[in-house]
């Protein structure tokens, strides 16, 4: 047995956290031209590195997904709570695998195009032989930036095989009263540490793991490697079991400053262990390496439940500003890597100090990705694909419905 939400107005706070998200990916994948050693790792590398831009990466890395899965899991529960599960199925399968087969192939093509003109920049020219390509098999697959949308879908899946499953075996509802007697705990100041376990062994016993850049991202093969299925899974389950107490979200509120501290006390030990300079990383023993992995994924949780209270106590209000820019973070992100790779290429072509190229991108970038959003996508069939209809000079609506957005029944 289920607790049922009742219907309920925009969650202000969770919805422009969500955007923030979203938005806050195109800011991590603009800085990678400005990163130290970034010729190792990235299509163009700026002679004029930032440490600053370092951290921000770093920083914003450890949380940023972690925190999408969190919110995601809380909305998908409600809108299942609100539609059942044959129309949330129907409405999943609109709003995030029609985009994710849709947008793939010219998502993947943009970037193929903005490589080629990046590389023709290059001394020498563009190769007489073009380098090895993925195989596009199952275990070669390049998902690009869209992987968190099949990374969903297969959360959606687990998600409602489980319930069912929970509810076939355990009709009389122990198995959710301990679960939320489990969220209740991990709401106190410190006990979101209990989650940092598993995930920081799995990270430490990936043979591939680059420690500066945290949790692999899944984006090579249509089989997440595990510590993304632990980390961004365990975040969505976490929401998921959140959203069946909402009134918990208060504790979430109440506890905000222990939070920050925490983050603050984790994130300055984390990063004092690694530096900030992606390529030039050595750790001492597999010790050190332990403690790093502890210190990283305490950073993730702890300054995810930070901003959870924060925007929970200080962003309740309605905002037209705020509901406009988290309507349209979704096609941001959507589009938003070749828009950032191509004013990387720019960047690079001008040589100038970091603190004019990197503003002067991330605003140039904003500003055609918005302007696309509001001239193509806003009020088209595109935007009601991805956000459900939206009127000119509309005053008032319920929730948003996005990856991790609830939306109405009523929404088309």
């Known amino acids: ?3 049922t939400a009742p219907p309920v107005s925009r969650i202000h706070g969770l919805d422009a956290l969500r955007g923030f998200a979203l938005i806050a990916g195109v800011v991590l994948h603009l800085s990678l031209s400005w990163l130290p050693g970034s010729e190792k790792f990235w ?3 700026e002679t004029d590195s930032s440490l600053t831009l370092s951290f921000l990466f770093w920083f914003t890395h450890s949380w940023r997904m972690l925190l999408f899965f969190l919110i995601a899991g809380f909305f998908g529960r409600l809108l299942h709570e609100r539609l059942g599960t044959r129309m949330f199925i129907r409405d999943r399968a609109g709003r995030i695998a029609t985009p994710l087969f849709a947008g793939w192939p010219l998502v ?3 970037i193929i195009v903005v490589f080629v003109w990046a590389a023709s920049f290059a001394p020498g020219g563009l190769p007489k032989e073009p380098p090895p390509g993925p195989k596009f098999t199952p275990d070669d697959f390049p998902l ?4 968190f949308l099949w990374c969903l879908l297969l959360a959606y899946a687990a998600m409602l095989g489980t319930r069912w499953l929970v509810h076939w075996v355990d009709r009389g509802g122990s198995f959710a009263r301990f679960g ?3 969220i209740g705990v991990l709401l106190f100041p410190g006990m979101i540490l209990i989650l940092v376990g598993p995930l920081a062994y799995a990270l430490t016993q990936h043979p591939k793991w ?3 850049f945290g949790i692999p991202t899944p984006d090579h093969s249509l089989y997440p490697n595990l510590p993304a299925v632990i980390g961004y899974g365990s975040a969505f389950v976490f929401g998921w079991l959140l959203q069946r107490q909402p009134q918990a979200l208060g504790a ?3 506890w905000t400053w222990w939070n920050v501290c925490l983050a603050v006390v984790f994130s300055v030990s984390a990063v004092s262990l690694v530096g900030l300079e992606p390529i030039k990383v050595e750790l001492a023993d597999d010790h050190v390496l332990a403690l790093y992995a502890i210190l990283y994924v305490g950073t993730g949780w702890t300054t995810t439940m930070a901003l959870l209270g924060l925007a929970l106590r200080y962003l309740t209000g309605e905002s037209l500003a705020r509901r406009y820019l988290a309507d349209a973070s979704y096609w941001i992100y959507l589009a938003h890597l070749p828009v950032v790779m191509a004013a990387s290429v720019v960047a690079s072509r001008v040589h100038g100090p970091w603190w004019l190229e990197f503003p002067v991108c991330l605003i140039g970038s904003l500003a055609v990705l918005l302007g696309t959003y509001h001239v193509f996508v806003r009020y088209s ?6 956000h459900g209809k939206r009127r000119h000079r509309e005053v008032t609506r319920t929730a948003a419905d996005t990856p991790c957005n609830p939306g109405t029944p009523a929404t088309p």
């Open 108 to 110: 993947f093509a943009a």
């Open 180 to 182: 939320d007697r489990v």
């Open 43 to 45: 299509l163009v590398s």
């Open 381 to 386: 069939a595109l935007g009601v694909m991805l």
């Open 1 to 3: 047995m289920t607790h």
């Open 144 to 147: 690009t930036h869209l992987w």
């Open 252 to 254: 979430v509120a109440r």
């Open 210 to 212: 680059l420690p500066w």
